[in-house]
């Protein structure tokens, strides 16, 4: 008896929490977060041979949401955010001897692929409580701009003379992009005083080139938002 006393008191308490949250009600909630993201199947290969697995590249992102509260727990929203995205490759060098004898070492440094979105996720809010909410909807993701960037430096060192340094940089245009990308965006938040605390993952739906077999965009966004 005194479980089920305990259980239904539980349910009131929670109840109480869900009626602060008043149906009808709409909110902006301006977001601003940290977007830890890497792209699937984009390991390189260098001359050599040498795979080179593609890592996390951190960037920014940020944006606002609208939501509304349909019922006491729960509340659909919709966003749209600027996202910078993309991956990195490590560095790499190789060497090589000239006509002349001279030894030349070209080395390849901060590889990566800077992709730029507009972000417009749908999703639906579950509150647990007045503090804890879980999220899952759809996202479509338009194409602003693809650049590879990389460094090029080479090292000449002749049998004799001076050595000889060069170093470009380079922000070439990447071809064959998909100008929309979907994905699955999964994500819990913690809420105090209007300050809302998020974390997502989104899952990819869509290539985001279009030769890429697997190629999705995989981001881990991290944000801080708050609820007008």
Known sequence: MKKIILVALCLMSLGSVWAQKRVGEFSVIPRVG???SNLGDCNIYTTENEQLKSRIRPDFMLGADVECQLLEPLGVSIGAFYSRQG??????SEECITDDKSKVTSSIMEQACNLQYI???????????????????????ILLDA???YVISDLKEPVEG???????????KMQNMNSVVWS???????????????VQYSFPLSRFNKLISNGGNRVWTFSVGYRF
């Open 184 to 198: 699955i965006p999964l994500g819990a938040s913690l809420e105090y005083q209007n300050v809302i605390v998020d």
């Open 119 to 141: 972000n417009i996720p749908v999703s639906a809010k579950l509150y647990a409580n007045d503090f804890i909410s879980f999220h899952a909807g759809a996202q479509a993701g």
């Open 162 to 172: 001076d050595k000889e340094f060069t170093s470009d940089t380079h922000n070439e």
């Open 147 to 149: 650049k590879y960037h």
């Open 87 to 92: 991956c990195r490759w490590p560095d790499f």
């Open 34 to 36: 940290l977007n830890m």
